[in-house]
């Protein structure tokens, strides 16, 4: 009974914005060969993840079934998309298949890990193929903001599937090659099954901005700069970082980049071709000795990372630069909701220096990566397919692209993380749910977002800590009074006596009451002693703290 | 020699948005009389402040010189100006005086906690003038998001001084009173010393727009809406809620008020005459038991505030009532930087239930309360001062006010909290700089933001905590071996050997070596055991716990 079929299964990627990985299989039910396109990172954040390195997706499904994998497929160097190939290749073990720049990216990923590079795979661009199993693979050049983005054109024998990655239709984005309309009506001519379609800038109503609007207005803006001028953007967009660079030149200005990832990125794009005329740059030693009117600085952490380059110098002398008034600082980049804080902290620190700052609020500086709503229905119409699968958004954002195809008689789904989809019929069809969830790097361990132990630093971190001490002696008799210490909470309460001493004093008077049963059973004491210690606190001071209780015996 | 002079002190709302408390001073250096404006608060976030309800400006300055204190005025009934009157009262036992909308929040809020209200003096808007030794003070009406703000005219021997508050220029502003350039050009006309001024908006390069616009496009949204309709804005916005209220009426809606805020409001505004004419409103309980069709809910909880109604009907049924596939939520209200990620949060989990949402994205939906930069530059003409003090605002927001005012040649300053500057020359001149801060309400106590509390949560919620517990005899020796507990931290670590077996033996190995001198040395031994489990948790788990060390000794 059990025809062969085509699914797709994000377990990672989509109801979110972040750690992308996309399961493509083809064969019958459960035994489908597969390819898994993306294996991103999410970033983590003080309220929900204190402490974790990296977020990633629960592939679980997928290690279980590794021996079914035939590729994994990386579309582009976006953090988002390839930041996890160090952490989870081990547990594939499958080749990794990538456009140079990417692959050269990935290699470096595995490099910083002790792992070897040889596992990835440099492809040649559409129209060539690999084969996988029952997939014809061809990695299709789309315009993004990072060089050698690449759309999977993905055959089976249920149709063609086209995996956009991240794109945005721009006739000139100056490094890598622009949206190919040609190109993809070529791909398309013979008939599209499905779309699988970033929807990032779904809600974005105008057509988006070519990269090539900006090289102009940046080095006007650069030209009538006067002191030391910095600017910082993601190092990933290669073709900015040119922009800036090209603009300082024009200016007369000598060329520094600061940070690490700005200073990879150029390596690995010229390294691979990617770039081949980025103008000259001078050390951070050199630039120390040149008069301000001279240099111009392109640094990393446009999103207000505390460690990276610009946080640094709006702190102070970052590797012996300093910035001071009527220096300028750009910021050719935009705040990623959830970092306007300490984007916002960056920017007053700048200006309590006396720099001035240049934002994108302008629209002069900066232009997404991304298709806009009006795009995204430009290229349904180009490509014509018969279902279209949102990914890459927040539910609301797959719910909004899904409407824009539906508008245009294009069948279409809501499928969010673990829904695996039959994608071979005239319309999607759920055929089932799959287990998935996130994986945190913490420290240099994984754990899984459901284990407790986040929750555990959450509630410290809200409600305080208090360590009860109790020492019984062979007869399960009080050996000298219980002692408290308290983490996180303040010293003194509502009736300004010592809330240690207040605590300690409740627990003894506890302890002194408590039945022979009470005192022999660890639960019950621990119980109990929490509650009177949680008792007193509240009333002293108006919470409820965690409480660790800890019972020796002397037995 | 010393002669009188006319200080401005900030302790809080310059160089940040929130906790405003701004203070004058009129007299012999050291013995001016003062006069304090506003008493606000600034609300909590994870990434700084973990488990804090309340964050509030630290005037111990004030309070050590309460004795000089004439009056305490609040300028409107924002959380920002007026939320921390109850909190701080009690500390400076001072007549507060507020217009009568204003006046009503407070005695609220001093009710809240069991203080009297008595001590909130009503006073009528300019020309009537309170005196306070030196100071004749007059509350001017402004136009902002909230009834009866009021700018304060306070008159001294050296001059005139305008304390704007928050405002914006509203012709119509559709409750309270229209900004008033008649009178200000009245106030203006003998010469105003020093303008200090909001600063909140000055980026936005566009002349504010009327709160009159919305209705209009309000009532169109709603009118054109199926299923059940809400909105959330803020809820002191009393004309917006009136505004969204009136809307339903129109669309043949009842309305429900859902949030204890929202009552409130409506509440305190009808108290005070403020509000005439509000629609009639049905309760939760009769909404349930009509058509969703002809029901209008209005909610507090714009900012995603995770305990508000708003985020309380996104997650599931609230008071009976749930929004379903085909209803429609407004939110009339922009998002505060630093809350989108709980707004979007909210967004789409109405998204994962079908519920449209609609935004302020349009333009349509919410205007601001604040002047915007042209709108700055409007106001400055009006009132020509001499000098120009930029207030709430982060210092970013000071500096461009600051430059606004001097490219207009008026002198002006960036005066941040603590910066107390005499204003009765041609020019702003820095006295003295005070030491200020912040206080946290925490539970019930008030800690200060410098005391280690909070940092002890952080660094808990970051890192893990493990608490180690040895017990020595009578002659130091170690009574049995030491033990761990821990908090946050993973249990298995790279050796796959539970973390905790492997640092009591690292613990003990080290217990069994030490010297009697360390064993007998509280610190010393507290500070080894530290060393100790970090070396081996960094090799386990690649991180270094916090560590409370617990040592008994049998003496």
């Known amino acids: 009974m059990s025809t062969e079929r085509l699914i797709y299964l994000p377990l990672g990627g989509a109801g979110e914005i972040g750690m992308n990985a996309y399961v493509y299989g083809y064969g019958k039910p459960g035994r489908e060969r597969l390819i898994l396109v993306d294996l991103g990172v999410t970033f983590p954040d003080m309220d929900t993840t204190p402490g974790v390195n990296l977020i990633m997706a629960d592939i679980s499904w997928l290690i279980e079934r590794k021996d079914q994998l035939d590729a994994i497929y990386i579309t582009h160097g976006h953090e988002d998309h390839i ?3 160090g952490h989870l290749y081990a547990d594939l073990d499958t080749p990794i298949y990538a456009r140079a720049f990417t692959a050269n990216l990935a290699r470096r990923k ?32 789309m315009s993004h903001s990072i060089p050698e983005s690449g759309a999977l054109v993905i055959d089976t024998p249920a149709g063609r599937v086209v995996h956009t990655g991240d794109f945005k239709l721009d006739p000139n984005p100056l490094v890598g090659e622009p949206f190919d309309p040609v190109m993809w009506a070529e791909i398309a001519k013979d008939g599209v ?9 779904v809600f974005s109503p105008k057509p988006g901005r070519s990269e090539s609007e900006l090289p102009g207005e940046i080095t006007k803006m650069i030209a009538g700069a006067s002191g030391m001028v910095a600017a910082t953007t ?13 603009a300082g030149q024009r200016a007369g200005r000598s ?29 951070v030693e050199d630039a120390q000795n040149m ?46 909701p959830g970092n306007e804080k300490e984007v916002s902290r960056i920017i007053n620190q700048f200006s309590e220096r006396g720099v001035e700052v240049v934002d994108d609020s302008s629209g002069l500086y900066h232009v997404s990566g991304h298709a806009n709503g009006p795009d995204l229905e430009q290229f349904h119409t180009l490509i014509k397919p018969k279902i279209v699968v949102p990914m890459h958004g927040e539910h609301r954002h797959l719910r909004r692209h899904a409407k824009l195809a539906e508008a245009k008689g294009i069948a279409s789904v809501i499928a969010v993380n673990g829904m695996m989809l039959d994608l071979g019929g005239d319309a999607p069809n759920v055929v089932e749910y799959v287990e998935t969830g996130r994986k945190y790097l913490d420290g240099s361990i994984k754990i899984g977002a459901m284990d407790g132990i986040i929750r555990d630093r959450i509630r410290i971190a809200l409600n305080g800590l208090v360590v009860i001490t109790v020492i019984l002696d062979e007869d399960d008799e009080p050996l000298g009074e219980p002692w408290c210490d308290v983490r996180g909470l303040p010293e003194v309460g509502e009736s300004k006596a010592a809330l240690i001493e207040l605590m300690e004093e409740d627990l003894n008077q506890f302890l002194m009451r408590a039945g022979a049963k009470t005192l022999r059973d ?12 949680r008792q007193t606190a509240m009333s002293e001071i108006g919470k409820k703290p965690e409480v660790t209780v800890i019972v020796s015996r002397m037995r």
């Open 83 to 85: 930041g996890a190939v």
């Open 110 to 141: 595995l490099d910083d890990l002790g792992l070897s590079g040889d596992v990835v795979e440099t492809v040649s661009p559409w129209p060539e193929v690999q084969e996988h199993g029952p997939f014809k693979v061809s990695v299709a050049p």
């Open 193 to 201: 099954q499905a779309l699988v379609c970033d929807s990032t800038n």
């Open 234 to 246: 993601f190092a990933s967009n290669v073709a900015r970082v040119r922009t800036l660079a090209e």
């Open 255 to 283: 060329v520094v980049l600061l940070g690490r990832a700005m200073l990879r990125m150029v390596e690995a794009s010229t390294e691979t071709g990617v770039l081949t005329d980025f103008p000259p740059v001078v050390s």
């Open 291 to 336: 008069p301000r009117d001279n240099v111009m600085l392109i640094t990393t952490g446009s999103q207000g990372e505390r460690r990276a380059a610009t946080a640094q110098l709006a702190r102070g002398k970052y590797r012996g630069i300093e910035m001071k008034e009527g220096d300028t600082f750009l910021f050719s980049s935009k705040t990623i």
């Open 522 to 533: 660890d639960d019950k004491l621990e119980e109990n002693l929490r509650r009177v210690a």
